[in-house]
């Protein structure tokens, strides 16, 4: 499949298309075949490489420490890691322009940066492998900082990778791969390493700290790092997309504003007013599940459940049903449209907290955790494909990965914030209020959706017709 040049890409796409101006509806037969394009099935890969790395340095990190002995206190203090994604729109522009002379010459701006961030995620790994957290926590949360921040940069490269190498009404689908993709890392980097910590012990482990085998962590980390090969041999098999000309800058301060200043201020030209109503959304639309997940795996423990149920229903089974959400989502959008599969999207993220206030009541029941998180995660997976494609279509190509990054960090800070207090009103006020409150978080969204939408429609409209 060859890439399109910045010469016959759509107009709209070199300003921001809006996600829902195609003329017509394409057919069910051509909305599914985009996925076994090579592009779509380069982001397959990719998406596998971008979404191992998350867990290794937050979730399953904290079960290795606690395996240690290390207190709960200091585990929580340690997820601050993970801000390094809420922040990378800061070096985005950096990677979005800057060159690297030898990996530039040789795979082009964005596979150069690419490849150079899955190295920093490799070498983070494999020092997080060699090191007993029970000699001194410094050294390993050092190389948990060097994995998040490399991860971050691949997240910058490999979005603007993803928006400049297929046209914008193929968004949804590469989302969708790129979705897939990362799920399934997320089984690997979640069930997984825990499968192979547990093969790797030498003898039974006993229950406590003693159960604690640095050996064992050690390989499970180790054939983490081995695991990036996936992306790194995509990245170097990969065409780089059609390159951006850029007018070489006079001075450091005409590179700077061009590089640091232009993309945010183009994004305010293009939409004007209402970059306010698109960046609340932004902000917003996925707090529901962003402030429920942080007291999901708590409130497994406190019903009941085991790990090995947990683990067999929300790690494995639960990552199923949200790559069948994405799938879903990715057709959807394509057939009918991001905007509307971005309301459904919200509708569903929301409503299945409510779920959760309901599973409350039964107790350790094992049918009822399945169609729970069946439910809950079949909706993530819609929404996120829907989000991500309408994240893509407000980009303009020219600052694609610089405000990319603003978007997909925006998402974040704001929800994440908020999350930090789940643990304090679950205890003042128990799990049902807690899942309730956090599904009607979901109603300012349906508004923001709505006003987002009738605005599209609006400037649609009012747009010359060729």
């Not at 997080?128 to 949360?141: E, H, K, Q, S, Y």
């Not at 003693?210 to 695991?227: D, E, V």
Request: hydrophobic share 55%; aromatic share 10%.
């Amino acid at each position: 499949m060859s890439v399109p040049s910045a010469e016959v890409r759509p107009a709209a796409a070199e300003a921001g298309r809006a996600p829902d101006s195609a003329e017509g509806k394409r057919p069910w037969r051509d909305a599914l075949r985009v996925y076994l394009e090579p592009a779509t099935l380069r982001m397959l890969a990719l998406g596998f490489s971008a979404g191992l790395p998350l867990l290794l340095v937050l979730g399953t990190l904290s079960f290795r420490l606690r395996e240690a002995g290390i207190d709960r206190t200091t585990i929580g203090y340690l997820s601050w890691v993970g801000l390094a994604y809420g922040f990378k729109w800061v070096w985005a522009p950096l990677v979005d322009r800057l060159p690297l002379p030898p990996l530039t010459t040789l795979l082009g701006r964005r596979r150069g940066w690419l490849l150079l961030a899955q190295c920093v995620v490799i070498g983070g790994l494999v020092g997080m492998a060699l090191i007993d957290p029970r000699a001194g926590l410094r050294p390993l949360v050092a190389c948990a900082l060097v994995v998040a921040f490399g991860s971050a940069t691949q997240d910058i490269a490999l979005d603007a990778f993803r928006i400049e190498s297929a046209a914008t009404e193929k968004q949804a689908a590469l989302a969708a791969a790129y979705q897939t993709g990362y799920r399934i890392a997320m089984i690997w980097a979640g069930a997984g390493v825990l499968w192979i910590a547990a093969w790797a012990e030498v003898a039974p482990a006993a229950s406590g700290a003693a159960a604690y085998q640095n050996g064992a962590w050690r390989a499970a980390y180790l054939a983490m790092a081995a695991s990036m090969a996936v992306g790194v041999l995509t990245v170097l098999l990969s065409p780089e997309p059609a390159p951006r000309p850029f007018t070489p800058a006079r001075s450091a301060g005409e590179w700077l504003r061009g590089a640091l200043v232009e993309p945010f201020a183009d994004f305010i030209r293009r939409y004007r007013w209402q970059a306010a109503l698109i960046l609340s959304l932004i902000a917003i639309y996925r707090i529901s599940d962003v402030v429920m997940g942080i007291m999901a795996n708590p409130f497994y423990v406190d019903m009941g459940f085991t790990k090995d149920e947990v683990a067999t229903v929300s790690k494995v089974f639960g990552v199923v049903m949200t790559l069948v959400g994405a799938f879903v989502g990715g057709v959807l959008s394509m057939r009918l449209g991001v905007m509307r599969v971005l309301m459904l999207g919200a509708v569903l993220s929301a409503s299945s907290n409510l779920l959760f206030a309901w599973l409350g009541s039964r107790g350790h029941d094992l049918t009822a955790l399945v169609l729970v998180v069946s439910a809950d995660n079949l909706a993530g997976g819609i929404a996120s494909a829907a989000f991500i494609a309408y994240l893509s279509s407000l980009t303009n190509i020219n600052y694609s990965a610089t405000q990319y990054a603003l978007f997909s960090s925006l998402m974040l800070l704001l929800p994440k914030f908020i999350a930090g207090y789940s643990g304090a009103f679950v205890d003042a006020y128990g799990y049902a209020r807690f899942f309730t409150a956090t599904a009607a978080l979901g109603v300012p969204v349906l508004l923001l959706v709505w006003l987002a939408s009738r605005s599209l429609s609006i400037k649609s409209a009012a747009a010359p017709r060729p």
